[in-house]
């Protein structure tokens, strides 16, 4: 249900005693349980239970679009997103605390209004209630596209110098940035970079620390340096301060996967150049990473190794590099069709999550799959249906629900423009919410690029992409079990 709601809140009115001290005593009764009703109600108090409208964060005019989304430490949420209200791109966030209250200033706050272009920004919680913030930047050319990187605390002050820090501004284009948390305060990030080869970048990563300072090889230090192309860099911590990085990687022609481990000191611990996770025949694109709740990581990614469609492998990889599942991965959804747009969370070592968009029906629907430490896929094979509705639902993403399942979201276009779904599953692969999702935003004019964020047990903050007036504005909304 959507944080608005009443509709399942019943007040009992306890009946006065004739005797007078017991009737003092109700009364006190009645006022503490009023207080804790309205402080309640208070807690949700500005998320509209109406799914046409949701909370603008910016409504400025021009197009704002690809907004991301972390936690405020205190089950709210920092939203930033590329903005073009000026007469180019630029870089604005705004805090949303958990009753739906803007916490910054109306249309957010200005992250980097430097020359040129900003583009597609992501981020990840600082631990003190604000965020560190990085994007592609344009300031010195569209050839010479850099990384910088700016902090903003629980105020919507700005940290570090203004315009933001250089992650990475070496001659040569650096692009598709990831971000995590260091855990002490910092952010690492990795991209895929131009410098050497002009038409087939190499993957680079650097650790920045809380006062803005790089603390690794200045540039970055190179995560792989082959032949072919090595592109699209997805990233998790290593729980030691460190991090894991895989890639998609032609150096063989055909597209493989590949993956590295980084430590706390920017050394490279793995083979040179990375380990490959698969290398079956003809091509595997796009891996996505998580930990596995022991140390190392398990990878999924799209795999046409059969000729036909694209389908869904994954493997898990220990803390020394070795890969502890089948040789090439193993299968978690082969089914007909095209599988896409997938993405992984870990709870602990017993329960991993995958979701994705799938083709078997003929239409594009959302399915998800469990598998646990050994590689055994715990719910139906080839997954069970978040989602079938008529028509396309795409881009899923996946959040925690802070016990032992997920939030699912998703754009939908079951009503012929797309809109915003969401549904809760847990352990088991039960949806616990109403059957095809629970309308998040249904407004005229269409919602995309929805990304969530845990808000507490059972609740997630959504924010999107918005079109219902001409510009593209930013939205969100909060939705939660009871």
């Known amino acids: 249900m959507l944080t608005g709601s009443s509709n399942s809140v019943r007040i009992f009115y306890p009946r006065f005693s004739r005797d007078e001290g017991i009737r003092k005593f109700n009364v006190k009764i009645i006022l503490i349980i009023s207080l804790i009703f309205l402080s309640a109600m208070d807690s949700f108090g500005a998320w509209p239970d109406d799914p046409e409208t949701g909370v603008p964060i910016c409504t400025a005019d021009g197009v704002q679009e690809h907004p991301r989304i972390t936690t405020d430490g205190a089950t709210g949420a920092i939203i930033v997103w590329q903005d073009m209200s000026s007469n180019s791109s630029d870089i604005y966030a705004q805090r949303i605390d958990a009753r739906g209250q803007i916490r910054w200033a109306k249309d957010g706050v200005a992250i980097c209004l430097e020359q040129g272009d900003q583009w597609f920004p992501n981020l990840v919680s600082d631990g003190n209630g604000g965020a560190i913030i990085a994007w592609w930047d344009k300031r010195a050319g569209f050839t010479e596209m850099d990384i910088y990187a700016q902090r903003v605390d629980g105020d919507g002050q700005i940290l570090w110098k203004p315009g933001g820090i250089p992650v990475c501004n070496v001659p040569g284009a650096q692009q598709e940035l990831d971000i995590i948390s260091d855990g002490k305060g910092g952010a690492i990030i990795a991209w895929h ?110 795999d046409d190794r059969d000729g036909q469609d694209w ?172």
Not at 195 to 208: E, G, L, M, N, S
Not at 442 to 463: F, K, L, M, R
Request: hydrophobic letters at 35%; glycine letters at 10%.
């Open 193 to 302: 970079d131009y410098r050497a080869k002009t038409d087939a970048p190499d993957i680079y990563i650097q650790r920045v620390n809380a006062k803005g300072e790089t603390l690794w090889t200045k540039g970055g230090v190179a995560v792989v340096k082959t032949k072919g192309e090595q592109v699209y860099p997805n990233i998790v911590g290593d729980g030691l301060g460190g991090a894991y990085v895989t890639w998609h990687d032609t150096r063989d022609d055909s597209g493989d996967v590949y993956v590295q481990r980084v430590d706390v000191n920017g050394r490279i611990l793995w083979q040179e150049n990375g380990i490959p996770i698969s290398k079956a025949q003809r091509n595997q694109l796009y891996p996505a990473i998580t930990s596995d709740g022991s140390g190392g990581v398990i990878i999924t990614w799209m």
């Open 311 to 482: 389908d869904i492998y994954a493997q898990r990889i220990n803390p020394e590099g070795k890969t502890l599942w089948q040789e090439n991965g193993i299968p978690i959804c082969t089914a007909k069709g095209d599988q896409y747009d997938y993405c992984i969370l870990n709870h602990d070592k017993d329960n991993t999550f995958i979701v994705w968009r799938d083709q078997r029906s003929g239409e594009w629907d959302i399915y998800a799959q469990k598998i646990d430490s050994e590689g055994n896929v715990k719910w139906a094979k080839d997954g069970i249906p978040i989602c079938n509705a008529n028509k396309d639902q795409y881009n899923p993403n996946i959040v925690t629900d802070g016990v032992n399942g997920v939030i699912v979201v998703w754009w939908d276009e079951r009503d012929i423009v797309a809109d915003i779904y969401a549904q809760r599953i847990d352990t088991n692969g039960k949806s616990l919410w109403i059957e095809n999702g629970t309308a998040i935003c249904t407004a005229q004019g269409g919602q995309q690029d929805a990304y969530p964020v845990n808000s507490g047990i059972g609740s997630a903050i959504i924010t999107w992409w918005d079109k219902r007036r001409v510009d593209a504005d930013i939205y969100a909304q909060r939705v939660f079990s009871e």
